[in-house]
C-alpha cells in the first residue's frame, strides 16, 4: 500500500517529477531521459496502470484521494498530498483535474516488430503537435487501427498533452519509431504494405477510388498541419489518397482528416477486417 505524504514546500525535492510542466522544451527533454512520463486526471491515470506502466509517484489534491483509493491502495509508489496552491507553484499551471502521476516508460516496440503483425497502420511524418498527436492516436485506437509509425521528428506521443487529448489512448496503440526518414518507408513496404498518402492534391483518388479497405495491408501516411507530407514522402508512397471536399474547403485539420480516412481504411466498422 502506498504511503500518504503531505507536502508543502515547493521545492521539495521529492516533486521534482512534476516541476515546470508548462515548459514544454524543458519536458521534452527530461521525460524521455530521465524515463518518465505524466499522467494526468483520473482516467488517464487508471488507463496507464491497467496498460501496465509502472507508477513512479502520484500528487493528488486531498479530494481525490477517496476517488483513487483503490489505485493508491494498489502501488506502492508514494502518493504526495498536496493543496492545489502548491500544486500550482511546482507544475507553473492550475492543476484543476487536481490528480497527476508520475509513469515510468517502457522501452519502445521496433518498427519491424509491429509490422509482422498489423493490418492497418498509420504512418505520421513531422507532426508535431502534441494536441494532433492526441486526437490522432484517440481516432486510431478507436477506428481500428492496428499501429502507428512516427517518424524521427514527429512529437511525443507520452507528453501529458498528448496523453489528455488522447484520453490515454496512447496506451492503447502500440507505436515505433522509424530510424530514417523517408528511407525507412521502405521497411514498410518490404512488409507487405501499400503506402498511401493522404493529401489534399486533386491529382490524388479519392478514398472511395482507392478502396484501401479492400486491400491486404495498408499503411495510411499523415503529414504535419498546414504543411502537409513532404515532396520526399509524397514520391515514397505507392498511391496518393484525398478526401472530396465541398464548399469551397481546401482541407481539413490533420486530426479530422485522420478520422475519416482510418473510416475508410478499417471498412467503416472498428475492428473489421474484410
Known sequence: ??????????????LHDYTGLTDVELRRRREPAEGLFIAEGEKVIRRAGEAGYEMRSMLLSAKWVDALRDVIDGTRAPVYV????????VTGYHVHRGALASMQRRPLPTAAGLLRTARRVVVMESVNDHTNIGAIFRSAAALGMDAVLLSPDCADP???????????AVFSVPYARLDTWPKGLESVREAGFTLLALTPDERAGTLDEVAPHRMDRVALMLGAEGDGLSGQALAAADEWVRIPMSHGVDSLNVGAAAAVAFYAVATGRPGSRE
Open 1 to 14: 500500500m502506498a504511503e500518504l505524504i503531505t507536502v508543502e514546500d515547493p521545492d521539495d525535492p521529492r
Open 82 to 89: 498536496v493543496g492545489p496552491e502548491l500544486a500550482e507553484q
Open 158 to 168: 507520452l507528453y501529458r498533452r498528448s496523453v489528455k487529448v488522447s484520453m490515454g
